[in-house]
């Protein structure tokens, strides 16, 4: 099975891209972030027709995570049990914002995943981000322990750098968020829960990244982070046989500022 995930920053905006993509690169299951869509908006029909089942959340213009899979679609699951929702207002109670969605797809417990970004060290979204990731953290703790054996993925843009060597100037990056030390505690966490990174010992080294900002020209510099990932749990982590970021679709015009991360499963 050949499982990817992809901030693809507007599904309605580059719908022809991602069509061409499955097409090209015969993906069975893509779990995308940042569809920018309510549900009514999003193109099933464009993914139906390549014989894809789709599940979506999308509130409004913001945010908004999916799962397509031609390897069936079951127990689709909208948020994680304890996910926490944000308001800037204390006076407002808090939404849950369309950030996580779930599903079982030929086997392999998948989870679709946009972590909040932060915004600044001292933004009630700061706060909220680490919140959101140790409520993940605790969940996904328990799915381990109720099914130890069961293949589950946490895959998408989390919104963090776990190393210096994931941004290409780790000296531009203090004092803001993604490199913090809170931040990457949060994501070492599901190391210690027992959730590994699949991908990165198939892309190692230095420079090697998910994401480039459209401005100051950071794309053809070389100038990006690695915030994209694919944490497998010990029963998925032992099926996979080879792992790759397609940098190449972050090139031409009408790009995603982020590329595909594309993990193969042994049956």
């Known amino acids: ?121 001292t933004d009630p979204h700061y706060a909220y981000k680490l919140d959101w990731l140790a409520k993940l953290r605790a969940d996904a703790q328990g799915w381990l322990s109720t099914a130890p054996d069961q293949p589950v993925a946490l895959v998408g843009d989390w919104n963090v750098a776990p190393t210096d060597e994931d941004v290409w100037d780790p000296a531009f990056f203090e004092g803001k968020t993604h490199t913090s030390q809170p931040e990457r505690d949060a994501f070492s966490a599901f190391a210690e829960a027992g959730f590994v990174d699949v991908v990165r010992p198939h892309t190692p080294g230095p420079g090697v990244y998910t994401y480039w900002d459209y401005t100051q020209l950071r794309f053809p510099k070389k100038q990006g982070m690695r915030i994209d990932f694919v944490l497998g749990s010990p029963t998925l982590a032992a099926k996979v046989t080879s792992a790759s970021i397609d940098r190449d679709e972050r090139k031409g015009k009408g790009a995603s500022d982020h590329a595909p991360v594309i993990v193969d499963l042994a049956e």
């Not at 891209?17 to 690169?25: A, E, G, K, P, S």
Request: glycine fraction near 8%.
């Open 1 to 121: 099975m050949r499982l990817a995930t992809w901030n693809v920053n507007s599904v309605r905006a580059r719908t022809d891209r991602i069509v061409d993509w499955l097409q090209r690169t015969d993906t069975d299951v893509l779990a995308m972030q940042e569809t920018k869509c309510k549900d009514e908006q999003f193109p099933y029909a464009r993914f139906e027709e390549l014989g894809y089942q789709v599940a979506h959340v999308g509130l409004s213009q913001w945010n908004g995570v999916a799962i397509l899979s031609r390897v069936g679609l079951d127990d689709v699951q909208i948020g994680f049990e304890d996910q926490p929702g944000f308001s800037k207002d204390p006076e407002v109670s808090p939404v849950r914002e369309a950030r996580a969605i779930g599903a079982t797809c030929g086997g392999v417990r998948v989870w679709s995943l946009y972590v909040p970004n932060g915004r600044e060290l």
